[in-house]
């Protein structure tokens, strides 16, 4: 079994800090008892170890990855993230007892879900080295449920790691309090080579398709090896790479709106659609549905809030995934036309997406740098739109327009 950190990319400099901390970590172990508080300490500080870290970087940097791998690094049992011992090889599958991994399913973590978590995360780790606490996405905590967690976070159980995953420390990410009480990694873009070598050696892509997959996806990894393996993401990706063809008219435009709204509801209804119905299986059976004894009237009956708030939790994991299945198609598209501003400017720089270089051309022969730049801005306008709530088919509506209008 490979290392431990091996999937973590083009990270080097990361990698190398979080391993001295594991060995850090290690050393507190070893200390006598009254000594096992971590704490960033010694002539090194990139050497010490604390309770709380911040893993930043853009999309498709490997902020969760780090933090699996530096936990898996912390409960090793050989070194610092051997990747063939029970801690590192249970850590890396997700089944360890001593590492809890908080993914949002909805738009946000609430402060029920953190409340839970923290009086689990005090316990004594069953097996004797770390209780670690990795969040992905923690710039969706509710402000409740940050309090919640800072709260933890100012007073840790001596032997509680928590490991958060943000884009960024801005304060719209994260908030400044917890911030101050964290140690911060920083991650980076990796280099589309770096990417593709990984696709090769994981997963067995063909380097042409591996090298072709990690330029379109600007260096992301998991986008990568999702577009070079999977037919129907390429299809959808070509469908978008197509709008700025389609924009001859205002009815065009409301048309390639619908279309894009349309194809990221299907993708997050399709990605979601069984784990639904596993779920309401597994509750229904739970509260007794189909049984016939005393009880299964009176436990029907009650079962209908439990229900109702399965639903609702689903309703919010489907509208998160249609928003991130409609943003990875903006990306697609701006990414388009900052190539036609490149192109435009003539700068040396490669193209994101070889396949529709001609296109591309032909966009900044007619827009010039001026108007390749309004349109990027206006796929930018509408990302920052949706993240402010504004109801997707709108905020892309407009946007198409001001494509079209350019």
Partial sequence: ???AFADLVGQDEAVDTLRRAAAAAAEVLRAPRGDQEPEVSGPDPGAGMTHAWIFTGPPGSGRSVAARAFAAALQCEQGTGCGRCPGCHTTLAGTHADVRLVVPDGLSIGV?????????????????????????????????????????????????????????????????TI??????????????????????????????VARWAAAATQGHVGRARRLAGDPQARARREAVLAVPRRLTSVGAAFDAAAALIEAAEAEAEAAVVEVDAAE??????????????????????????????????????????????????????AAFYRDALTMALGAPV????????????????????????????????????IEANVKPRIAVEAMMLSLWKG
């Fill in 1 to 3: 079994m490979p290392d």
């Fill in 179 to 208: 911030r101050s009480r964290c140690r911060v990694v920083p991650l980076v873009q990796p280099a589309a080579e770096a990417v593709a070598e990984v696709l090769v050696r994981r997963d067995g892509i063909a380097p042409e």
């Fill in 280 to 333: 309401r299986a597994a509750l229904e059976t739970a509260l007794g549905a189909g049984g016939t004894g005393r009880g299964a009237a009176g436990a029907a009956r009650g079962s209908a809030g439990q229900l109702k708030d399965l639903e609702r939790r689903q309703k919010s994991r489907a509208t998160r995934a249609q928003r991130d299945a409609l943003d990875r198609a903006l990306v697609d598209l």
């Fill in 350 to 385: 490669a193209p994101v997406h070889t396949d529709t270089v001609e296109l591309a051309d032909a966009g900044a022969r007619t827009w010039q740098a001026e108007g390749a730049l309004r349109r990027l801005e206006a796929v930018l306008a509408c990302r920052t739109a």
């Fill in 112 to 176: 029920s879900e953190m409340r839970a978590l923290v009086l689990r995360a005090s316990s004594t780790p069953s097996g004797g080295r770390w209780q670690v606490v990795i969040i992905e996405d923690a710039d969706r905590l509710t402000e409740a449920a940050g309090n919640a967690l800072l709260k933890a976070v100012e007073e840790p159980p001596p032997r509680t790691v928590f490991l958060l995953c943000t884009p960024s420390t801005h304060p719209d990410d994260i908030s400044v």
